[in-house]
Protein backbone atom coordinates (compact mmCIF):
# COMPACT_ATOMS: atom_id res chain seq x y z
CA UNK A 1 0.00 0.00 0.00
CA UNK A 2 1.40 3.30 -0.84
CA UNK A 3 2.29 6.22 1.50
CA UNK A 4 -1.29 8.01 -0.56
CA UNK A 5 -3.37 4.72 -0.55
CA UNK A 6 -2.85 4.58 3.17
CA UNK A 7 -3.21 8.10 3.95
CA UNK A 8 -6.88 8.30 2.27
CA UNK A 9 -8.29 4.74 3.95
CA UNK A 10 -7.45 6.26 7.25
CA UNK A 11 -4.85 3.80 8.17
CA UNK A 12 -2.60 4.91 10.88
CA UNK A 13 0.97 5.88 9.67
CA UNK A 14 4.41 6.43 10.72
CA UNK A 15 7.03 8.12 8.91
CA UNK A 16 10.27 7.96 9.48
CA UNK A 17 13.31 11.10 8.88
CA UNK A 18 16.36 9.63 7.64
CA UNK A 19 18.94 12.69 7.16
CA UNK A 20 21.29 11.61 3.76
CA UNK A 21 24.85 11.40 4.98
CA UNK A 22 27.66 14.26 4.25
CA UNK A 23 29.36 12.07 2.14
CA UNK A 24 29.35 10.01 -0.66
CA UNK A 25 29.09 6.62 1.30
CA UNK A 26 25.46 5.62 2.15
CA UNK A 27 25.63 2.32 3.65
CA UNK A 28 24.86 3.27 6.78
CA UNK A 29 22.01 5.35 5.86
CA UNK A 30 20.52 1.92 4.17
CA UNK A 31 21.68 0.17 7.25
CA UNK A 32 19.96 1.95 9.39
CA UNK A 33 17.09 2.15 6.94
CA UNK A 34 16.67 -1.23 6.74
CA UNK A 35 16.33 -1.28 10.77
CA UNK A 36 13.32 0.08 9.80
CA UNK A 37 11.99 -1.64 6.91
CA UNK A 38 8.45 -2.71 7.26
CA UNK A 39 8.06 -0.97 10.39
CA UNK A 40 7.48 2.90 8.68
CA UNK A 41 5.43 2.80 5.49
CA UNK A 42 7.70 6.07 4.22
CA UNK A 43 10.72 7.45 4.38
CA UNK A 44 11.32 11.72 4.54
CA UNK A 45 15.18 12.49 2.84
CA UNK A 46 15.15 15.92 3.95
CA UNK A 47 17.00 18.65 2.03
CA UNK A 48 19.82 19.66 3.85
CA UNK A 49 18.18 20.37 7.17
CA UNK A 50 19.65 23.27 9.33
CA UNK A 51 20.51 24.28 6.13
CA UNK A 52 23.77 22.14 6.74
CA UNK A 53 25.65 20.18 3.37
CA UNK A 54 24.37 16.25 2.77
CA UNK A 55 23.56 14.40 0.24
CA UNK A 56 20.47 15.90 -1.55
CA UNK A 57 16.98 14.72 -0.75
CA UNK A 58 16.38 13.67 -4.32
CA UNK A 59 19.89 11.88 -4.37
CA UNK A 60 18.57 10.02 -1.21
CA UNK A 61 14.77 9.49 -2.09
CA UNK A 62 16.41 7.85 -5.52
CA UNK A 63 18.65 5.38 -3.21
CA UNK A 64 16.08 3.94 -0.87
CA UNK A 65 13.54 4.17 -4.39
CA UNK A 66 16.09 1.32 -5.62
CA UNK A 67 15.93 -0.69 -2.58
CA UNK A 68 12.39 -0.94 -2.43
CA UNK A 69 11.14 1.57 -0.01
CA UNK A 70 8.79 4.31 -0.21
CA UNK A 71 10.28 8.05 0.27
CA UNK A 72 9.28 11.48 0.44
CA UNK A 73 10.75 14.01 -1.65
CA UNK A 74 11.63 17.42 0.47
CA UNK A 75 11.68 20.63 -2.40
CA UNK A 76 13.21 23.33 -0.50
CA UNK A 77 12.53 26.70 -1.26
CA UNK A 78 15.61 27.89 -0.66
CA UNK A 79 17.90 26.38 -2.44
CA UNK A 80 16.79 26.57 -5.87
CA UNK A 81 15.48 28.59 -8.80
CA UNK A 82 11.90 27.83 -10.50
CA UNK A 83 13.73 26.49 -13.64
CA UNK A 84 15.83 24.09 -11.07
CA UNK A 85 12.80 23.16 -8.60
CA UNK A 86 10.96 21.90 -11.68
CA UNK A 87 13.85 20.25 -13.04
CA UNK A 88 13.90 18.08 -10.20
CA UNK A 89 10.05 17.92 -9.38
CA UNK A 90 10.38 15.89 -13.41
CA UNK A 91 13.54 13.97 -12.42
CA UNK A 92 11.66 12.87 -8.95
CA UNK A 93 8.47 11.84 -10.86
CA UNK A 94 10.80 9.84 -13.67
CA UNK A 95 12.49 7.87 -10.96
CA UNK A 96 8.99 6.33 -9.53
CA UNK A 97 9.21 8.77 -6.40
CA UNK A 98 5.40 9.28 -5.63
CA UNK A 99 5.45 11.64 -2.54
CA UNK A 100 6.83 14.98 -2.38
CA UNK A 101 6.78 17.83 0.14
CA UNK A 102 7.25 21.20 -0.02
CA UNK A 103 9.00 22.78 2.42
CA UNK A 104 10.35 27.09 2.80
CA UNK A 105 14.09 25.67 4.11
CA UNK A 106 15.81 27.34 7.53
CA UNK A 107 18.13 30.41 7.08
CA UNK A 108 21.63 29.71 5.84
CA UNK A 109 23.19 31.98 8.22
CA UNK A 110 22.47 29.20 10.72
CA UNK A 111 23.77 26.48 8.39
CA UNK A 112 27.49 25.33 8.11
CA UNK A 113 27.76 27.42 5.02
CA UNK A 114 26.94 30.76 6.49
CA UNK A 115 28.33 32.58 3.29
CA UNK A 116 25.79 30.71 1.01
CA UNK A 117 23.21 32.53 -0.98
CA UNK A 118 19.70 32.03 -0.50
CA UNK A 119 17.48 31.87 -3.27
CA UNK A 120 14.14 31.80 -3.03
CA UNK A 121 12.95 32.35 -6.19
CA UNK A 122 9.52 30.79 -5.61
CA UNK A 123 8.12 30.81 -1.54
CA UNK A 124 6.37 27.79 0.10
CA UNK A 125 2.72 28.52 -1.92
CA UNK A 126 4.55 29.76 -5.07
CA UNK A 127 6.05 26.13 -4.77
CA UNK A 128 3.08 24.38 -4.33
CA UNK A 129 1.17 26.26 -6.99
CA UNK A 130 4.37 25.18 -9.63
CA UNK A 131 3.75 21.02 -8.14
CA UNK A 132 0.06 21.95 -9.16
CA UNK A 133 0.93 23.07 -12.44
CA UNK A 134 2.87 20.24 -13.62
CA UNK A 135 0.32 17.62 -12.55
CA UNK A 136 -1.73 19.32 -15.25
CA UNK A 137 0.35 18.92 -17.62
CA UNK A 138 1.99 22.10 -17.69
CA UNK A 139 5.19 23.83 -16.94
CA UNK A 140 5.10 27.65 -15.19
CA UNK A 141 5.93 29.01 -19.09
CA UNK A 142 2.71 27.17 -19.83
CA UNK A 143 4.53 24.69 -21.62
CA UNK A 144 3.10 21.56 -22.25
CA UNK A 145 5.23 18.19 -20.86
CA UNK A 146 5.72 15.15 -22.75
CA UNK A 147 4.76 13.14 -19.28
CA UNK A 148 2.49 14.31 -16.65
CA UNK A 149 3.96 14.07 -13.26
CA UNK A 150 2.10 12.35 -10.01
CA UNK A 151 2.63 13.08 -6.62
CA UNK A 152 1.08 12.98 -3.02
CA UNK A 153 1.91 15.98 -2.35
CA UNK A 154 2.87 17.07 2.13
CA UNK A 155 3.97 20.51 3.36
CA UNK A 156 4.34 22.05 6.81
CA UNK A 157 2.17 23.05 9.55
CA UNK A 158 3.45 25.38 12.24
CA UNK A 159 1.49 24.75 15.19
CA UNK A 160 3.50 27.01 17.72
CA UNK A 161 1.65 29.89 15.89
CA UNK A 162 -0.22 31.91 18.24
CA UNK A 163 -2.77 34.85 18.34
CA UNK A 164 -2.86 36.77 14.82
CA UNK A 165 -0.10 34.33 13.60
CA UNK A 166 -2.41 31.15 14.65
CA UNK A 167 -5.10 32.48 11.94
CA UNK A 168 -2.36 33.59 9.22
CA UNK A 169 -1.53 29.87 9.90
CA UNK A 170 -4.90 28.70 9.10
CA UNK A 171 -5.34 30.51 6.76
CA UNK A 172 -2.23 29.25 4.70
CA UNK A 173 -3.63 25.50 5.53
CA UNK A 174 -6.83 26.13 3.87
CA UNK A 175 -4.55 27.48 0.82
CA UNK A 176 -2.13 24.57 0.76
CA UNK A 177 -5.31 22.03 1.23
CA UNK A 178 -6.75 24.44 -2.16
CA UNK A 179 -3.60 23.63 -3.71
CA UNK A 180 -3.46 19.69 -3.34
CA UNK A 181 -1.41 19.26 -0.45
CA UNK A 182 -3.06 15.70 1.16
CA UNK A 183 -0.73 15.77 4.51
CA UNK A 184 0.67 18.10 6.66
CA UNK A 185 3.93 17.76 8.89
CA UNK A 186 4.02 19.44 12.35
CA UNK A 187 6.83 20.84 14.42
CA UNK A 188 8.13 18.80 16.98
CA UNK A 189 5.52 17.85 19.79
CA UNK A 190 6.03 17.90 23.10
CA UNK A 191 3.39 19.38 25.35
CA UNK A 192 0.21 17.59 24.31
CA UNK A 193 -2.51 19.75 26.34
CA UNK A 194 -1.16 22.42 24.58
CA UNK A 195 -1.51 20.37 21.23
CA UNK A 196 -4.90 19.52 21.99
CA UNK A 197 -6.06 23.16 21.79
CA UNK A 198 -4.69 23.36 18.47
CA UNK A 199 -6.26 20.52 17.01
CA UNK A 200 -9.57 21.58 18.08
CA UNK A 201 -9.21 24.09 15.44
CA UNK A 202 -8.31 21.97 12.79
CA UNK A 203 -11.08 20.17 10.25
CA UNK A 204 -9.52 16.66 10.34
CA UNK A 205 -11.32 15.86 7.35
CA UNK A 206 -9.57 17.85 5.20
CA UNK A 207 -5.51 17.10 5.32
CA UNK A 208 -3.79 14.27 7.43
CA UNK A 209 -2.26 16.36 10.35
CA UNK A 210 1.21 14.57 11.08
CA UNK A 211 2.83 15.70 14.57
CA UNK A 212 6.35 15.30 14.56
CA UNK A 213 7.81 13.38 17.45
CA UNK A 214 11.37 14.34 18.16
CA UNK A 215 13.74 11.92 20.23
CA UNK A 216 15.79 13.84 22.57
CA UNK A 217 19.31 12.91 23.52
CA UNK A 218 20.01 14.90 26.88
CA UNK A 219 18.40 16.93 28.55
CA UNK A 220 20.73 19.76 27.86
CA UNK A 221 19.18 19.44 24.66
CA UNK A 222 15.53 19.28 25.73
CA UNK A 223 15.97 22.93 27.75
CA UNK A 224 18.13 24.43 24.83
CA UNK A 225 14.76 23.66 22.38
CA UNK A 226 12.66 24.76 25.48
CA UNK A 227 14.42 28.22 25.47
CA UNK A 228 15.32 28.53 22.22
CA UNK A 229 13.57 27.61 19.52
CA UNK A 230 10.12 29.38 18.64
CA UNK A 231 6.97 27.51 19.05
CA UNK A 232 8.18 24.34 20.57
CA UNK A 233 7.43 23.73 24.58
CA UNK A 234 8.95 20.97 26.11
CA UNK A 235 7.20 20.77 29.91
CA UNK A 236 9.55 20.92 32.57
CA UNK A 237 8.76 17.28 33.90
CA UNK A 238 10.00 16.13 30.90
CA UNK A 239 13.08 17.75 31.71
CA UNK A 240 13.76 16.60 34.95
CA UNK A 241 12.79 13.04 33.99
CA UNK A 242 15.34 13.07 31.53
CA UNK A 243 18.01 14.25 33.91
CA UNK A 244 17.36 12.29 36.55
CA UNK A 245 17.31 8.78 34.80
CA UNK A 246 20.24 6.63 34.97
CA UNK A 247 19.91 5.22 31.54
CA UNK A 248 19.15 8.75 29.69
CA UNK A 249 18.97 7.43 26.16
CA UNK A 250 16.46 4.86 27.55
CA UNK A 251 14.20 7.35 28.66
CA UNK A 252 14.32 9.49 25.71
CA UNK A 253 13.33 7.07 23.86
CA UNK A 254 10.64 5.98 26.65
CA UNK A 255 9.71 9.75 26.13
CA UNK A 256 8.74 9.31 22.38
CA UNK A 257 7.15 6.79 22.76
CA UNK A 258 4.58 7.46 25.15
CA UNK A 259 3.83 10.68 22.74
CA UNK A 260 3.45 8.97 19.62
CA UNK A 261 0.96 6.46 21.68
CA UNK A 262 -0.51 9.67 23.39
CA UNK A 263 -1.01 10.81 19.81
CA UNK A 264 -2.36 7.64 18.21
CA UNK A 265 -4.99 7.30 21.11
CA UNK A 266 -5.92 11.02 20.48
CA UNK A 267 -7.19 10.16 16.92
CA UNK A 268 -4.39 11.64 14.70
CA UNK A 269 -3.66 10.32 11.46
CA UNK A 270 -0.05 9.36 11.58
CA UNK A 271 3.27 10.57 12.89
CA UNK A 272 6.24 11.70 11.70
CA UNK A 273 9.36 10.23 14.25
CA UNK A 274 12.71 12.32 13.94
CA UNK A 275 15.49 10.71 15.30
CA UNK A 276 18.41 13.05 14.22
CA UNK A 277 20.99 10.80 13.68
CA UNK A 278 19.81 8.25 15.79
CA UNK A 279 18.01 6.35 13.57
CA UNK A 280 19.21 2.79 15.06
CA UNK A 281 17.19 3.71 18.06
CA UNK A 282 13.68 3.91 15.53
CA UNK A 283 12.24 0.89 16.01
CA UNK A 284 12.68 1.03 19.86
CA UNK A 285 10.37 4.13 20.09
CA UNK A 286 7.86 1.87 17.99
CA UNK A 287 8.20 -1.37 20.41
CA UNK A 288 7.38 0.32 23.39
CA UNK A 289 4.49 2.79 21.45
CA UNK A 290 3.33 -1.04 20.92
CA UNK A 291 3.54 -0.01 17.10
Known sequence: MTLQDRIRSGKFVVLGEFEPPKGADFSAY??????????VHAVVVPEMANAVL?????????YLQREGMEPVFQLCCRDRNRLALQADILSAAALGIRNVMAVPGEDVRFGDHPQARAVNDLDLMGLLETLQ?????????GIELRGVPRFCVGSTLDTGASGGLLNIELEHLKRKIDLGVE???????????????????LDAKQTAVFPTVLLLKSAGMARYIDRNIKGISIPSEMIRDIQKAPDKPQECIRIAANIVARLKDMGMPGVLISTVGWEDKLSQILDQANI
Open 30 to 39: LKNANLSRGR
Open 54 to 62: KASSLGGCA
Open 133 to 141: KLQTGKDLA
Open 183 to 201: FVVTNPIFDLRRFEQFVRR
